[in-house]
C-alpha cells in the first residue's frame, strides 16, 4: 500500500515527501497540493538521481527506476496537475533534464537516456497541452554545484572547471533557479529545451 505524502508547513510554505517513482505518491501530492491551496499554477520537476554503470554494469531494477524517478513520474504528476491548469485557464511545466541527456556520457548510460526523454516530453506536452494555455519547457543543466556534484575527487572538479566547461567556472543553483522562473513569467515561452552548462556541450575541444 503506497504510504500517503507527509505534510510539513511553514508559514505559506508547504513541503510534501513523497516518493515520485510511485504512482499513487505523485498523485497524492497534487491533490494535497491543490487541498492545500486551492488551485495548482506551476509544476517544476526537479527529481532525480545518479544512476552509474553502463551496459554490463547496469541492473534491471536501477534501469528501472531510472525511468520510473525521471521519467513516469512526470507522466503521472502532469496527469493528475493538467485539469486542474485547465480548468483555471492555463499554467506553467518545467522539466528538468541535464546536458547527459544530449550527448554520449560514460558510465552513466540508463541516467543519460532517462534524461534525454525530457526535451521530447516537454515538446510532446507542449504540443498537446497549448490549446489549454498551458506551457511547458525542458532545462538541461550541467556541472551545479550541489550535492550531487560531491562524489568527483578535487582532480575532477579541477578538471571540470579548466578543461570542459569554456566559462571556467561550476555553474550554482541560483544560476538555474532564475532560468525556471523566467520560463514561468515568459507566457509566450513553450516547447523548449534550454541549456545551462556554461557552455560545455557546445565545445569541440
Request: charged residues 20%; proline residues 5%.
Amino acid at each position: 500500500m503506497a504510504r500517503q505524502p507527509e505534510l510539513f508547513s511553514t508559514s505559506d510554505i508547504r513541503f510534501f515527501k513523497a516518493d515520485v517513482a510511485d504512482p499513487a505518491a505523485c498523485r497524492g501530492s497534487v491533490d494535497q497540493m491543490v487541498k492545500e491551496f486551492g488551485r495548482l499554477d506551476v509544476l517544476v520537476h526537479a527529481a532525480g538521481g545518479a544512476v552509474p554503470g553502463g551496459l554490463g554494469q547496469v541492473t534491471d531494477d536501477s534501469w528501472m527506476n531510472a525511468f520510473a524517478v525521471h521519467v513516469h513520474s512526470v507522466f503521472h504528476l502532469a496527469r493528475s496537475a493538467v485539469p486542474h491548469m485547465t480548468k483555471q485557464g492555463g499554467g506553467a511545466i518545467v522539466l528538468l533534464a541535464s546536458v547527459a541527456g544530449l550527448r554520449g556520457c560514460l558510465g552513466a548510460l540508463a541516467y543519460g537516456v532517462a534524461k534525454g526523454a525530457l526535451p521530447q516530453f516537454a515538446r510532446g506536452l507542449a504540443r498537446e497541452l497549448a490549446d489549454h494555455n498551458i506551457r511547458v519547457n525542458c532545462v538541461s543543466p550541467g556541472i551545479i554545484r550541489t550535492p550531487f556534484q560531491d562524489s568527483l575527487t578535487p582532480e575532477q572538479a579541477e578538471n571540470n572547471i579548466q578543461n570542459r566547461i569554456p566559462l571556467h567556472r561550476e555553474g550554482m543553483p541560483e544560476d538555474v533557479a532564475h532560468l525556471i522562473m523566467s520560463l514561468i513569467e515568459n507566457d509566450f515561452v513553450t516547447g523548449e529545451n534550454f541549456v545551462i552548462d556554461g557552455g560545455m556541450a557546445m565545445r569541440i575541444v
